[in-house]
């Protein structure tokens, strides 16, 4: 039986195979800074963090590893 994966976890792991930035799921960052998804969708526009576009969806982003590995250092 195959096992689940999230679409934005697919994304994210063919995305860091093939960038040399490392990216966070929305989810994924808001778990860092100790947020919900949709706190951190808020907080993502209010900071004008970098939306790293997903292609097949206007809605969808990842987020870079080193802006939130930053945030979560100055806290």
Known sequence: ??????????????????????????????????LTKDQMKQYVDKHNLTKVPIMRSVHRYLLLKSEIDEIVGKS
């Open 1 to 34: 039986m195959q096992t689940f994966e999230d679409w934005n976890q697919k994304v994210k792991t063919t995305f860091n195979a093939t960038s040399n930035e490392v990216v966070l799921t929305v989810m994924e960052a808001g778990k860092s800074l100790g």
